[in-house]
């Protein structure tokens, strides 16, 4: 399980536009590095990320392997109203993680 | 001359001739390191026409920022703004940012919608050698638009610290 860091504010006025940041602890092997011998390694990156505010689509990334290392983002949305965010990231070798954050909008 | 001299004239040759060897041979796998890192115009061309299709990119309205000047293309930071109203009939559907000169030219595609607020994205990126940066972005009326900049980086990526 990798580690995951979201920042999204706990409260907010409805219609305000919030920041939205995630930040999760990955290698992002690029495929184009080798060893010391030769080899190449091969790739191991996060290809999709998504974020959903109560069940809907909000934001998806397509992430390559010029994404550093630990894939920070930072987006934006309205806060429409009290629920939750789900984010999604998933990669290389069957690599899927979900996190969920939740927000109160006054 | 003494012994002590001797031996160590002697371990100092065979320093030197073993240094030659040794330069000898990184210099050509140097040099096709840096090879590599030429600017493949038809990839990024690809890459583009495979978001924008025949469509024309225009200059303007995305205002793309990165610190002209890396230390190290390992991380550099990256944010994209759109000038756009984001209602629900005017809105940003994708931003796309390539670099020309990495072994493949796309770095991240997004997708938004009027529910964004605000188009405005920030990442980090992985830069193999000094290139050009370019964003692009489709809005909801059909039309593309584009930002470049040029990042200087000192130590690139991919290529250096074989593990």
Redesign the interface.
Known sequence: MARALINVPAKAKRGE??AIKTLISHVME?G?????VGAR?PRDIIDTFVCT?NG??????????????N????????A?ESGTFTFQWTGDGGFSQTETASIVVE | MTDTKRLYRANRRQVLAGATVLAGLGLPALQTARAQLQANPAALALAIRKVAGDAEVKTGRVKLDVPPLSENGNSVALTVTVDSAMTPTDYVKSIHVFAEKNPQSNVISVQLGPRAGQPTIQTRMRLADTQDIIAIAELSDGTFWRDVRSVVVTLGACLEDPV
């Open positions: 536009v919030i690029s184009f590095r080798h060893t010391s390694i505010y809907e689509e909000i934001f998806r990334a397509a992430l390559h392997p010029a994404i550093a290392a894939p920070f983002i930072t987006f934006h949305t309205v429409a």
